[in-house]
């Protein structure tokens, strides 16, 4: 009969190998007794049982701690002795968790285990218990089976069109003969309304050299620029072809400020002024003959307000005329063309660049945005040398 250490019966073992079968690890193939090192690191809790197969011997494990864990011999070998009785069977299944609102079902009662081993030679020990059934599924936090989908909505009404777009700018009158309006632009992608806007006046052309005033009567016109490039969106009508030879102003058409000579020319643009950019000019003008700036002037409908207008011009040369190179005629933006607070109007003779050279372009930007103000008149006086 194996001896027993402790006064512990084979009645207690086996308890303690039900009770701690499922609790921690235990060891029932060991070829070795335990050490200090199978300790709380590989699982081992007190209550383990440890079995080892080669010297027919039991362990229990009454201290777990790392590096320093205690294993208690309980069982040891003898003679032949008879064969282990079968292995309990293994421990239901746990009930599933109540589900919510509603309890879920109750899980299945786990399978018996397998019968336990034969015990070694000599040593009448228990087989292992049986694993235990499959724990029953939870009835929370695994849902209930989806709700069926709810019906399709009806479909809403359908949105209202969008706003129109801008018109493209009407061309002012010409005077004393209305030039040709400038092509329809094209409609602006759909947007809010905005206040009703005139388009600009188209460009005068240039005024043939010399012919005397008509009064009362007139003098015969130059003939009609070209139509310009229809806008895009509203863009500004397109510069107006040269005037042919003789004809001066027609009567009540403004001269520019100052005195000029009768051989000076004046080029007039109507610019929308939003958005600013001292990148991409809001207007370019048509190759220029030789000649040297005399003044530049901006023209509003509207009074300037706190915030005053500013505009930049710049200087394109010929020889660029296949990229967008252009420079500046003012050294530093405090000298540029701008309209203050409260004006109407403001001119400036003062340039750092002057001289245009055959076939120069000026382009012309919004460098700053005026107060309340959306639209102006940019007028430059060169005169030919």
């Known amino acids: 009969m194996p001896s027993v ?6 009645g207690a073992v086996f308890a303690a190998l039900v009770g701690m079968a499922d609790v921690g690890n235990n060891k029932w193939d060991a070829t070795a ?27 229990v494990c009454t201290d777990n701690a790392a590096g320093a864990a205690v294993w208690v011999q309980i069982l040891t070998g003898g003679g032949a002795g008879a064969t282990g009785a079968a292995g309990m069977p293994g421990m239901d299944g746990a009930d599933g968790l109540d589900g919510f609102p509603i309890p879920g079902p ?38 209930g089976a989806t709700g069926a989908g709810g019906a399709t909505g009806a479909t809403g009404a359908e949105g ?18 209305p030039g040709t309006a400038g092509a329809e632009g094209a409609a602006g992608a ?61 009567f009540g058409w403004p001269l520019p400020h100052g005195t000029p000579t009768s051989h000076d020319r004046r080029i007039t643009c109507a610019v929308y002024l939003t958005p600013v950019s001292d990148t991409v000019p809001k207007w370019i003008s048509p190759p220029l003959p030789l000649s040297t700036i005399i003044s530049a ?3 509003s409908y509207d009074a300037c307000g706190a915030t005053a207008q500013v505009i930049d011009i710049h200087k394109q040369t010929a020889a660029n005329k296949n990229s967008n190179t252009a420079a500046t005629i003012w050294s530093t933006h405090a000298n540029c063309l701008a309209l203050a607070n409260t004006q ?12 245009i050279a055959e076939g120069d372009r000026l382009y012309v930007f919004s460098h ?18």
């Open 344 to 355: 109407y109007q403001a001119e400036t003779t003062t340039f750092d660049v002057t001289a």
């Open 106 to 143: 109750v899980g299945a009662t786990g399978a018996a285990g397998a019968g336990g081993a034969v015990g070694p030679a000599g040593v009448g020990l228990l087989g292992p218990p049986g694993m235990d059934g499959e724990d029953g599924l939870d009835g929370f936090p695994i849902p």
């Open 5 to 10: 250490v402790g006064q512990i019966t084979k």
């Open 33 to 59: 007794a335990p050490g200090a090192g199978d300790d709380s690191a590989d699982g081992y809790i007190v209550g383990s049982i440890w079995a080892d197969t080669t010297h027919h011997t039991v362990y």
């Open 190 to 250: 759909a947007g809010a309304p905005g206040a009703s806007i005139i388009g600009p006046m188209g460009m005068p052309g240039f005024d043939g050299a010399d012919g005397l005033d008509g009064f009362p009567i007139p003098g015969p016109p130059g003939a009609t620029g070209a139509t310009g490039a229809a806008g895009s969106g509203g863009g500004s009508m397109g510069p107006p072809g040269m005037d042919g030879e003789d004809g001066q102003d027609a």
């Open 160 to 177: 209202r069109m969008g706003y129109p777009g801008f018109d493209g700018a009407d061309g002012l009158d010409g005077f004393p003969i």
């Open 297 to 299: 002037e901006i023209k």
């Open 368 to 385: 700053v945005l005026g107060t309340g103000l959306t639209v102006a008149y940019i007028t430059v006086t060169i005169r030919p040398t």
